[in-house]
């Protein structure tokens, strides 16, 4: 069983940064993906960012270039940082990992971009 906890949800004004993290309780193969979705109140649960080793991150288009995602398998870490956050980017923010043919997901953390 793989249980993921994520942190560094929070309130922020437009503009500002968080950084998420999300910790595995054990090893995850490197070359599967980690993800972080998040989700709106009344909105679909939708993909953010996408991470696989050896290759290019994938960015959702509204997030591009504002968020960045990374990955310390030694650690069993992954991150999103997000810059110049918008009140759009309000979620509770999810981190998904594939093991073994199984997705798992973490509780989610409250992201609130208001001034």
């Known amino acids: 069983q793989v249980q993921l906890t994520e942190s560094g949800g929070g309130w922020v004004q437009p503009g500002g940064s968080l950084t998420l993290s999300c910790v595995a309780s054990?090893?995850?193969?490197?070359?599967?993906?980690m993800d972080w979705y998040r989700q709106a109140p009344g909105k679909q649960r939708e993909l953010v960012a996408r991470i696989r080793s050896g290759r290019y991150p994938d960015y959702a288009d509204s997030v591009r270039g504002r968020f960045t995602i990374s990955r310390d398998n030694a650690k069993n870490t992954i991150t999103l940082r997000m810059n110049d956050l918008k009140p759009e980017d309000t979620a509770v923010y999810y981190c998904?990992?594939?093991?073994?043919?199984?997705?798992?997901w973490g509780q989610g953390t409250q992201v609130t971009v208001s001034s």
């Open positions: 998904r990992a594939r093991d073994g043919g199984v997705d798992y």
């Open positions: 054990e090893t995850i193969f490197a070359s599967n993906p």
